[in-house]
């Protein structure tokens, strides 16, 4: 200890043991080197912020090496620098390598940015999620079907990455598939993971469209080993079933000017393909439902006398605001369809109202 506290007292209160300095100064590599040096002490943290630092720091002792074999002429400054130089280009390389692992197909990347990141995702449960569909895009020409109604097997679920998906059955329109909306969200949710069955509607590609799809078992398998990943296809597929029923809804009312609760078990006998014609009957049933539809104030209110002609123009005839109709009304109707096996009542039986 003593011999380390003369030591430190030499260096600090004795005179330095040049003899002389130098009058001229280094030349203009070393000040380069030092700029470069600076220039990536500087630098900031994450992997962008590390290419930066080892970027500059790398040149910087480049130019050390270039120094000490130049004007130096010192093999320890060129040693040391040669190594330092070295390692910074080794860290380069790896940053690279690591960038290039961590990234994903521009398909998948946009689908992340769009679908996922928005819930806060978690990059690497993303991976896992797009390692179980083995990263592959598939395709659908213009009139291509995906499926067909009563024969394709439900054996996957898939995600709409471009185009548009007309859905349909028995040949009459339901509602469009848009990006980034699963195709058959409905038939998966209808089916335990021991189930089998097939599709109730027919999937037909409006234009060209690109999509992703898991395999039915392998989707399973994960979903029951990852918690989090099966609370996030659960929220994402109640949504997007959501949303296709909002679908069906907006169609009812853009047909009757109707405002149908979406709950109602009948939604798809209004949708679906007109019955046959039956007679005087079916005709005298319908328009039945027709006036149980309208308000009861509508219904009862006497005709006003006409009133005097005016010297303007006559003023348009008021209409009678149609209320939402109870599901009382209506008849017996089957939802199951286009939901097979999903929870809904198959059948509902309602009288009419008294």
Known sequence: ???????????????????????????????????????????????????????????????????????????????????????????????????????????????????????????????EIVHCCEEQVFTLATEQTYAVEGETPINRLSLLLSGRVRVSQDGQFLHYIFPYQFMDSPEWESLQPSEEGVFQVTLTAETACSYISWPRKSL??????????????????????????????????????????????????????????????????????RESAMPTSAQQTPPRSPLPAASGPPAPPSRARMSRPDSGVLEVHDFTSYFPQSGFPGKVATGRGP
């Open 220 to 289: 399973h398998l994960l979903l029951s080993k990852e918690r989090y990943i099966s609370r996030l296809f659960s929220a994402l597929l109640g949504y997007d079933i959501s949303e296709k029923l909002y679908a069906l809804n907006d169609k009812l009312f853009a047909k009757f000017g109707l405002r149908f609760d979406i709950r109602l078990p009948s939604l798809y006998h209004v949708l679906g393909p007109a019955a046959p014609d039956t007679g005087p009957e079916s005709e005298k049933d319908d328009e039945e439902v």
């Open 1 to 127: 200890m003593s011999a380390n506290g003369s030591t430190m007292r030499q260096l600090l209160w004795q005179d330095p043991v040049c003899s002389g300095w130098k009058q001229d100064l280094e030349g203009a590599v070393y000040h380069l080197a030092n700029c470069f040096l600076l220039l990536g002490f500087m630098g900031g943290s994450g992997v962008y912020g590390c290419f930066y630092l080892f970027g500059f720091l790398g040149t910087g002792y480049v130019c050390c090496v270039m120094w000490g074999w130049f004007d130096a002429c010192g093999l320890d400054i060129i040693l040391w620098s040669f190594l330092l130089a070295t390692a910074c280009l080794f860290q380069l390389a790896h940053l690279v390598y690591r960038l290039r692992k961590n990234t994903l197909p521009e398909e998948f990347d946009l689908l992340y940015k769009t679908l996922c990141l928005p819930l806060q995702v978690p990059l690497q449960v993303y991976k």
